[in-house]
């Protein structure tokens, strides 16, 4: 360390273990809430696009911080190749969902139950989460206690096995330890399992609801149809890079997702118009996203700053936005991993404007 502490004090005039700066990229994407227009905090200070994005609608924001970041971190996926092309390497993602956070939800009776020696194999997980939390849930900063959480769930295994019994804390020292982790340990499991079996389907709307408050200052509830639905059924739309399966569904393409593309009439309505839209999809993996990228009249392309992309289910066909424009094209990708049958049962598409008198939002 002799060389870095010296060269941070030549060229800074201090001595830091970390690089002037470090971390705070990290902590300016979890002050955005689902990543939305994260090119709006260019040429911003930290506290500025806190205290900014906090004021918009503090509950979506608290939602986003507590929920969603335990959601992003242990419930989302980061290495493409896994959850892309190799087919063989499918199965993994039926292993995160089903080992590796139900395994963080009972690290608890890990703690409670085990020796020392599980103590320590719980602290990484536990450790890792809350280190991160000043920051943002990227599941590659998970990455780390990924091995101590299969490690955890061979230990919880072997217990339940051998009928073992709770080992006894014997010294001062291993009850305070014991103590200490089950004060960590069982706030972090309720959160987890709320972020990432409830709080996950519920991320369209916090998304739909984060960008209403921002730009029109009105909530979902104050909106009134000025016109009928469009509705789009599967046989009425190209979809893009997919083949054609059985009973009469698709199959995404190696090569790139599924691609949906619409277009819609511009409201002739004087005054702010919001878009509705609905995408009903049958899919076959249980942990997946739909994205939705739209344009407005005068927009030439589509971009990172107008999308959003929400978790999806097999158990929820329906997934629902709000987007604060008078959108005249869409590029929907209905499912996003590859590998899997899908059917476009129908894509509902309406324009809304805000009652007379709106309310300013404060939860969705």
């Known amino acids: 360390m002799l060389p870095w502490l010296l060269y941070t004090y030549r060229h800074f005039g201090k001595i830091t273990l970390l690089p002037i700066g470090a971390g705070k990229g990290a902590m300016v994407w979890g002050a955005v809430p689902y990543y939305l227009d994260m090119n709006s905090t260019a040429g911003k200070e930290f506290a500025d696009v806190i205290a900014e994005n906090s004021a918009v609608n503090p509950f979506v924001y608290w939602n986003w911080r507590v929920f969603g970041f335990l959601q992003y971190m242990w419930a989302d996926y980061w290495d493409e190749n896994l959850v892309h ?4 390497l499918k199965p993994y993602l039926a292993l995160h969902h089903f080992i590796i956070i139900p395994t963080l ?3 608890p009776l890990l703690i409670w139950r085990g020796r020392p020696d599980h103590w320590l194999i719980a602290a990484f997980p536990i450790g890792v989460t809350y280190l991160a939390a000043p920051f943002h849930g990227l599941p590659r900063y ?3 206690a990924i091995p101590f959480v299969v490690i955890a769930f061979a230990c919880m295994v072997g217990m339940l096995i051998k009928g073992q019994k709770k080992a006894e804390s014997v010294t001062l020292l291993e009850r305070t330890v ?3 982790g089950l004060f960590l340990a ?3 499991a309720i959160l987890v399992l709320y972020s990432t079996a409830f709080f996950s389907w519920k991320i369209a709307g916090q998304m739909s609801q984060y960008r209403l408050s921002k730009y029109l ?4 509830s104050d909106l009134r149809p000025l016109e009928e639905p469009l509705i789009f059924d599967g046989g ?6 997919v083949s054609a399966t059985k009973g009469g569904r698709l199959a995404n393409n190696l090569d790139g997702p599924a691609i949906v593309k619409l277009t819609v009439p511009k409201n002739q309505t004087e005054g702010s118009v919001v878009t509705k839209v609905g995408i009903d999809v049958e899919r076959s993996s249980y942990y997946d996203y739909v994205t939705v990228y739209w344009k407005r009249p005068l927009d030439v392309s589509f971009t990172e700053d107008r999308v959003y992309r929400p978790p999806a289910s097999a158990f929820q066909k329906l997934t629902t936005v709000y987007i604060d424009a008078d959108v005249t094209e869409m590029m929907i990708v209905p499912v996003y991993f ?5 059917k476009v049962a129908r894509i509902t598409v309406q324009k809304l404007a805000a009652c007379s008198n709106p309310r300013k939002s404060d939860r969705f």
């Not at 590859?338 to 899908?342: L, M």
């Open 186 to 188: 069982a706030p972090m």
């Open 236 to 241: 009425s739309v190209t979809i893009a890079n």
């Open 105 to 107: 939800v009972a690290l």
């Open 142 to 144: 998970a990455f780390p």
């Open 178 to 180: 014991r103590a200490g």
């Open 338 to 342: 590859r590998h899997q049958s899908f």
């Open 85 to 88: 092309p190799i087919k063989l």
């Open 217 to 220: 200052h009105i909530d979902s």
